[in-house]
């Protein structure tokens, strides 16, 4: 498989440069791009090439190309890797907000563009060779909103009751929480993986995880010291939540409650995005928040955000009206408030739809398992009935 891979920028001499560090790398065809003549659109007269990966290269305060990329429409942004000069705030929050697979500062090291162009190529052979699962990031409005334990149960239930090929990955680098929910352990983790990415297939990954009885694969952090997410090269997480997506029916991603390079790279990856939040004005306006840097510095479309109100009770000072016309989207689920018996899950590392299938928390996480599936989910009333049937179909 060929991977066409197009240079641009407005200083020749330094995409030249590039392109020899990248003479002679296996499987792709190079072509360079001088934007000139008034135009900032790096794709801009090249019709008749079209890339599979654009490598693009700014200069100091001037950022038009990046700020043309970012307002094109997500379709037609081939993979964007960007080479600049370091410490440019502005470059680097556009390069987020286009969905920049990497950030590499001047002067380039060859070995680290050519690892960055080879694994994107990897991420996109195994992309159209294997299909694509569905990726779904989980993130709190704010600490200790129980997003973790949604994800790590959801993950749980999409493995053991929709009976789908599921990945849980844990972006919490320091405590990796869906670990404890799920009573897994790990010799080798996330972070291991990530520096093996480039050579993993389907075998070799199974080393880097822990299977659950259910058949869910976790990726977590196994570190044993503080472990900052800035260290860690946000094209090898694209990579390995591309080669999961080509092995899985769904990928689901605990997102830390934090907006740095890693976590705006899972929100650009992710297919949907659930924000969870409770009934208060702290967590509304937290998730406000959220949703406007998701929507306008990271070209998130609202079409993929979705809110769930966990602990919710019917007679709580805010109502899901009030939360829905604060944050301008639908409430997509609710999960009742049975804190007790969510906390005896977790304590025991038991998921809940093993520990208690016929309780409500059980079935609010089985109907957002529906609606991410697309399945019809049962009626509450029905579901100590319905589900043995359903599994032994």
């Known amino acids: 498989m060929l991977t066409h891979v197009l240079i641009a920028g407005r200083k020749g001499s330094a995409l030249e440069t590039l392109k020899t560090y990248l003479h002679g790398v296996p499987g792709i065809n190079v072509r360079v791009h001088v934007i000139a003549n008034g135009h900032i659109d790096p794709l801009h007269s090249v019709a008749d090439f079209a890339p599979d990966i654009v490598l693009l290269h700014f200069e100091a305060h001037r950022t038009a190309e990046l700020s043309a990329w970012a307002a094109r429409p997500a379709a037609g942004r081939p993979p964007l890797i960007v080479v600049g000069p370091g410490g440019h705030a502005d470059a ?3 390069a987020i907000r286009s969905g920049a697979r990497d950030f590499l500062p001047e002067p380039v090291d ?6 960055t162009v080879q694994q994107v190529c990897a991420e996109l052979h195994a992309q159209a060779t294997q299909g694509r699962g569905t990726v779904h990031a989980f993130v709190g409005a704010a600490g200790g909103v129980g997003s973790s334990f949604i994800a790590a149960n959801i993950a749980h239930m999409l493995a053991a009751h929709a009976r789908r090929r599921t990945a849980l990955v844990d972006l ?4 990796s929480p869906t670990a404890h929910h799920l009573n897994l352990t790990s010799q080798r983790g996330l972070l291991e993986a990530l520096d093996e990415v480039g050579s993993l297939d389907a075998d070799a990954l199974a080393g880097f995880g822990s ?3 259910s058949g869910l694969q976790l990726y977590c952090s196994t570190a044993q010291h503080a472990v900052p997410s800035k260290d860690v090269r946000t094209d090898r997480v694209s990579a390995f939540i591309a080669l999961l997506a080509s092995l899985n029916q769904d990928v689901v991603i605990d997102v830390p409650h934090a907006i740095d390079n890693l976590t705006a790279n899972a929100f650009g990856l992710a297919a949907e ?3 969870v939040l409770q009934q208060s004005t702290l967590h509304v306006r937290n998730a406000t928040r959220l949703i406007r840097i998701l929507r306008d510095e990271l070209a998130v479309p609202p079409q993929r955000l979705r809110i769930i109100v966990n602990r919710y009770a019917k007679k709580a000072l805010l109502q899901l009206d009030d939360i829905s016309r604060a944050l301008s989207l639908e409430i997509a689920a609710t999960v009742p408030s049975h804190y007790a018996r ?7 590392g038991v998921p ?3 520990a208690d299938r ?6 609010s996480l089985v109907g957002i398992v529906a609606q991410m599936t697309g399945a019809k989910a049962a009626r509450p009333g029905l579901l100590r009935r319905a589900l043995p049937s359903f599994l032994r179909s």
């Open 92 to 94: 680097t929050r556009l």
């Open 110 to 115: 060859r070995a680290d563009l050519v690892a």
């Open 172 to 175: 919490d680098l320091n405590f």
């Open 211 to 213: 299977r659950h009885a």
């Open 273 to 275: 995005i659930y924000i």
């Open 342 to 348: 969510a906390l005896e899950s977790s304590d025991a």
């Open 352 to 354: 809940l739809y093993e």
């Open 358 to 363: 016929a309780a409500a928390i059980t079935a």
